[in-house]
Antibody
């Protein structure tokens, strides 16, 4: 069974930094692209960033480009989101997602971790 | 960036009703569209991918259709566990934007 467990969410001051982690299990982590999606209070889902599997390309939403860095440690089956220069509008629940091989849709999601700025 | 516009943003319906949600893309996205269900406090759930393919384990009362710029999600007979918010997402180009969501509530 695929499991994704986010951690690292916290209360942080504007301008501060935080690193989120997503521990993955139940699948061959190296083979799959991964993504982060967030939901601000009372708002809809917002795509944040994506990273490839073995070749680790990265893409970011304009709202976080230059401030957030997505990386992965395939030896630890863990995804990371380094968030710098945090702003009040980064306040959200951050979800980690596994992307399907062929379609890119998010076929497994974590329960999320709350970041409050 | 590709914009996705969902309608309606809010829908009030009864158990047993047929419900249709529309997602319109600002430019053609072929069939690179997914639908998700999201209940408060839970992880979102993939319902449909490639516009019309039902994800494994999802009840057959859910169906998707469309291509290019116009897509629909239909629930043929609404069940109590279907009251949630539904989102479309395009996967044709980065950023992989979501629609604004459709909240389905009990009438």
């Amino acid at each position: 069974e695929v499991q994704l467990l986010e951690s690292g969410g916290d209360l942080v001051q504007p301008g501060g930094s935080l690193r989120l982690s997503c521990a993955a299990s139940g699948f061959t982590f190296t083979s799959f692209a991964m993504t982060w999606v967030r939901q601000a209070p009372g708002k809809g889902l917002e795509w944040v960033a994506a990273i490839g599997g073995r070749y680790s390309y990265t893409y970011y939403a304009d709202s976080v480009k230059g401030r957030f860095t997505l990386s992965r440690d395939n030896s630890k089956n863990t995804l990371y989101l380094q968030m710098n220069s945090l702003r009040a509008d980064d306040t959200a629940v951050y979800y980690c997602g596994k992307r399907a091989l062929d379609t890119g849709s998010i076929d497994s999601w974590g329960r999320g971790t709350l970041v409050t700025v | 960036d590709i914009q996705l516009t969902q309608s309606p943003s809010f829908l009030s319906a009864s158990v047993g009703d047929r419900v249709t949600i529309t997602c319109r893309a600002s430019q053609g996205i072929r069939r690179y569209l997914a639908w998700y269900q999201h209940e408060p406090g839970k992880a979102p759930k993939l319902l449909i991918y490639s516009a019309s393919t039902l994800q494994s384990g999802v009840p057959s009362r859910f169906s998707g259709s469309g291509s290019g710029t116009e897509f629909t999600l239909t629930i043929s007979s609404l069940q109590p566990e279907d009251f949630a918010t539904y989102y479309c997402q395009q996967l044709d180009d980065y950023p992989h934007t979501f629609g604004g969501g459709t909240k389905v509530e009990i009438k």
